[in-house]
């Protein structure tokens, strides 16, 4: 995007780090670097959201409120409590304000200008955007510039490669005792197979799992991430010819779909509707298959929402110009 046509940004949330990776994902997909407004209603208020209103101590004309002026072209925002505000830009902008918000508002189409949601959401509209997978911060040039120098752990792996990401206990999964030992003998039958493993853990990943999956590892000579220096979680997806995944994160899912790689999912105790339907998405488009210890599936067209959603967003906001004459 040329400078001269670079949109000042916000990004609303609450500062949710999920809600706000997602908007900062697209911003940067834009090329913009936003501005970050965190929004903090206090009670009765946050009870009534995302209808509103919004708290009037946070109101646009009040001294250190996440909405004070001047408004911004495009303000992105995500979270049930940031519906409120979002709209409130919209009103105290006098409508110049085009208006992005990811995930379902829960109040309908008119929440925004633009809305995404993922396949598996119910909302439908003129101004809804669809897509399988969420929008994330994995940039292409990331995984391109990862592939043309991997970290030398990597790069002296030999081939193929599966990257394992380990999630954790979730609001919807459990990894109980026969969970772990179930993963466990899946990538032994991998490794054995002859398929080098690489991977890392999460910050959910529960100690015992975490044990398990390293002790094949190591009997197998395959590299698991110890803790210490910076996560090599983009090396690992850049670099992997396949990518083992447990169940639990939808994002971590959608973020491994943007390689092209195939994923190999592991499902633990649990699960929900929604994650279900995602998953069969997935398996549609060919980018997901269940885990069973061996390699399965082939390479596909990457799954790159974050930016068909900027593309949206750009487009939208060059519309809304027009259409208020803000040329």
Not at 88 to 110: C, E, Q, Y
Not at 152 to 176: C, I, K, N, Q, T
Not at 276 to 281: G, I, M, S, V
């Amino acid at each position: 995007m040329p400078p001269e046509s670079t949109p000042s940004l916000w990004v609303l949330t609450d500062g949710k780090a999920g809600d706000e990776v997602q908007c900062l994902g697209v911003a940067e997909r834009l090329g913009v670097a936003p501005e970050l407004r965190r929004i903090n209603p206090g009670r009765p208020w946050s009870w009534l959201m995302p209808r509103g209103p919004i708290d009037p101590r946070e109101a646009p004309d009040r001294p250190g409120s996440p909405i004070r002026p001047p408004f911004p072209d495009i303000a992105i925002a995500s979270g049930r409590r940031a519906v409120a505000y979002l709209r409130a830009v919209k009103k105290a902008s006098n409508g110049a304000t085009f208006t992005v918000f990811l995930k379902d508002p829960r109040i309908g189409p008119d929440a925004a200008d633009l809305i995404w949601v993922s396949e598996h959401d119910r909302l439908r509209g003129e101004n809804v955007l669809v897509t399988i997978t969420s929008p994330h911060r994995l940039a292409p040039e990331a995984l391109a510039a990862a592939r043309t120098a991997p970290p030398p752990e990597l790069a002296a792996l030999p081939f193929p490669r599966a990257a394992v990401l380990a999630g954790g206990d979730s609001r919807h999964h459990r990894f109980r005792t026969d969970d772990i030992e179930r993963f466990a003998r899946e990538l032994d039958a991998l490794a054995a197979s002859g398929v080098a493993l690489m991977g890392s853990r999460s910050r959910r990943t529960p100690p015992a799992l975490d044990a398990a999956i390293a002790e094949v590892f190591r009997r197998h000579g395959g590299w698991w991430w110890d803790g210490s220096g910076v996560n090599p979680y983009v090396p690992l997806l850049a670099n992997a010819d396949a990518i083992v995944t447990t169940a639990d994160s939808t994002n971590m899912i959608g973020e491994a779909a943007a390689t092209g790689a195939p994923i190999l999912v592991f499902e633990p105790h649990g699960g929900h509707g929604k994650l279900a339907k995602f998953l069969e998405a997935l398996k549609r488009h060919g980018a997901v298959h269940h885990f069973q210890g061996k390699l399965e599936g082939s390479r596909y067209e990457p799954l790159d929402s974050t930016g068909t959603i900027a593309a949206a967003v750009l487009e939208g906001w060059r519309r809304h110009k027009a259409a208020t004459g803000l040329d």
